[in-house]
């Protein structure tokens, strides 16, 4: 295994590419050769066996970032890690993130986890929408719900019928 060229800042982050569902294996690993580490997590909603719980889940399911200084350029405990698989690389240079993008994810959480900023026009359910792209352009229609894919459903009279469509939230204004 070659080691990648060193050209970044102090106190620049990389990314670590870790083994399946191991990113707390990683982290705890890493945090306990002296690294500092960030792994972003979002608040999810399960349901099971009719409860439902929050959860929180990696952002990014697989990785963890590591901040890394010019004096402290030990890539071997990295390397060989328990849970990381392998340091994000293009060629032969590592995959510097800018301190910024750590920065944002950070200013944006509340209670452990990173709070996604909801679209401007977020729906609430009974609320009236006019759709405005697509073959239903012009149709109005009522939001029964918002999923996390930044979509709706919503129930529209169509040949006489209630008829449920899930549809991209860009695609509606209020009505």
């Known amino acids: 295994m070659t080691v990648p060229s060193i050209d970044f800042a102090p106190g620049s982050w990389i990314a670590a590419a870790t083994h399946a569902c191991r990113e707390r294996v990683a982290i705890a690993n890493l945090e306990r050769q002296g690294f500092s580490t960030y792994c972003p997590m979002l608040r999810k909603r399960i349901r099971h066996a009719r409860r439902q719980q929050d959860v929180l889940r990696p952002m990014f ?60 026009n977020s729906f609430v359910p009974g609320e009236k929408v006019r759709i405005t792209d697509g073959p239903l352009e012009g149709l109005i229609a009522t939001v029964l719900r918002a999923d996390d894919h930044n979509r709706l459903l919503v129930l529209m009279d169509l040949l006489k019928r209630s008829v449920r469509v899930l549809m991209p939230i860009d695609a509606v204004v209020p009505a």
């Open 61 to 120: 399911p697989g990785y963890v970032f590591i901040c890394i200084d010019r004096e402290r350029i030990a890539w071997r405990p990295i390397l060989s890690t328990a849970g990381v698989r392998t340091l994000i690389r293009f060629g032969d240079r590592l995959g510097i993130l800018p301190t910024r993008f750590i920065e944002t994810l950070r200013a944006h959480e509340h209670e452990g986890a990173v709070s996604m900023l909801l679209p401007s």
